[in-house]
């Protein structure tokens, strides 16, 4: 299943600038009984999967017109993950990475004439990668045993931008270690990402061509995922700094001054995303505190803002599928949803779309 998790890395300490006096819980996430009705009609209306044909795909995200999508998928006949644009209205999906290595993390330009990406392409033991996932695949195959689930931090992944018109490729990092998790800011000016150069995954944020490079946190443990608030003043990311492979959401300013613990719960909480106008903030999560393999579902709170601060406020649960469903993303306009669940048929990851409605806006009941 594709995710951009990262568990089980170094034990980590919680080191904050500034936390947030009330933490966020969410509730339980007992699945629904048979005879009770889902919520997710409360928020999600007109369903649909829009991408096919991958051995798996996720991540998506959408042009700044809307008209298109980004993503990260497995093409048949390959073991590692590429990226593809598509149009949302339909067609075939477009090439945008090597076709070599493993990739991640695409996004979108904000004129929508280049897309942002992270590639392990210049691996120069490429094709000794490439066998030896291969033959882990088969062994798979052939036992019907699954590895656990675990993010490569592979140390030739950098960023690239691809100028889609020119199919230029140009580098925006070179430093030896795992560049990527990368996204533009609302003007563009700005990249926020991942890198564990200096030994220990940590939040960057350089300009939109690469230069002034500046490092955000330096906390033990895995911060990732980073991207920036619309406004410009805020970056949303993940960490496990609190508890070793135990993600927990925060955010900090762009200059690195001021950082809020959003979350604190025993799970697993990851992928973070704001909405475009609304003070809302969306991630998928699982609860950790009781045994067995727990389900992943999407959460959304409503934030407050002051000056100098975010302080988190009530969390709805967005999903209540079997499935697992992580990965969220509003679109340009806030009146979608895109996702990564595995409610499909074969039970593969895909991408899915939504017409979303807040909680704000739910029909009132009569009385």
């Known amino acids: 299943m594709l995710m951009r998790l990262h568990t089980f890395l170094s034990l980590a300490t919680l080191v904050s600038i500034c936390t947030a006096t009330t933490l966020a819980q969410p509730p339980s996430e007992t699945p629904p009984a048979a005879d009770t009705p889902s919520i997710e009609s409360k928020y999600l209306s007109d369903v649909r999967q829009v991408t096919s044909g991958m051995v798996k795909a996720g991540e998506g995200y959408f042009s700044p017109d809307g008209k298109r999508i980004v993503y990260q998928a497995v093409p048949p006949q390959y073991p590692f993950y590429q990226i593809y644009t598509q149009p949302l209205a339909g067609g075939e999906p477009e090439l945008v990475s090597t076709g070599r290595g493993r990739t991640t993390c695409a996004y979108f330009s904000v004129d929508g ?101 500046k490092q955000l946190t330096n906390a033990k443990g895995y911060d990732g995922g980073p991207f920036i608030s619309p406004n410009g003043k805020w970056i949303v990311f993940r960490s496990d700094r609190k508890e070793e492979g135990f993600l927990q959401i925060y955010v900090i ?115």
């Not at 030896?132 to 045993?145: I, P």
């Not at 490569?152 to 490729?169: A, E, H, R």
């Not at 727990?294 to 959304?300: A, G, H, I, R, T």
């Open 113 to 213: 004439k280049n897309i942002l990406f992270a590639s392990s392409h210049l691996d120069p033991n490429m094709k000794q990668t490439e066998d030896e996932e291969v033959a882990k695949q088969e062994e798979e195959r052939r036992t019907g045993q699954r590895r656990r689930y675990s993010w490569d931090f592979d140390p030739y992944t950098d960023i690239y931008v691809k100028d889609m018109k020119s199919g230029k490729l140009t580098p925006l990092t070179t430093e030896k270690g795992y560049d990527a998790e990368g996204a533009y800011s609302y003007d563009g000016k700005k990249i926020a990402f991942c890198s564990d150069r200096d030994g220990d995954p940590d939040l960057y944020i350089m300009d939109a061509d690469g230069s002034n490079l």
């Open 253 to 367: 300013s762009v200059d690195g001054e001021k950082e809020f613990q959003l979350t604190d719960n025993v799970g697993v909480n990851w992928a973070p995303y704001w909405h475009p106008t609304k003070p809302y903030i969306i991630w998928a999560g699982a609860d950790h505190s009781k045994p067995g393999r727990p389900n992943y579902d999407l959460w959304l709170m409503k934030f407050e803002e002051t000056d100098d601060a975010i302080k988190p406020g009530p969390i709805w649960r967005i999903t209540d599928s079997m499935a697992a469903d992580v990965l969220p993303v509003f679109s340009p306009d806030g009146k979608q949803l895109m996702w990564t669940s595995t409610r499909t048929d074969d039970h593969s990851s895909q991408l899915y779309i939504a017409d979303f409605t807040f909680p704000e806006d739910q029909p009132k009941e009569e009385k």
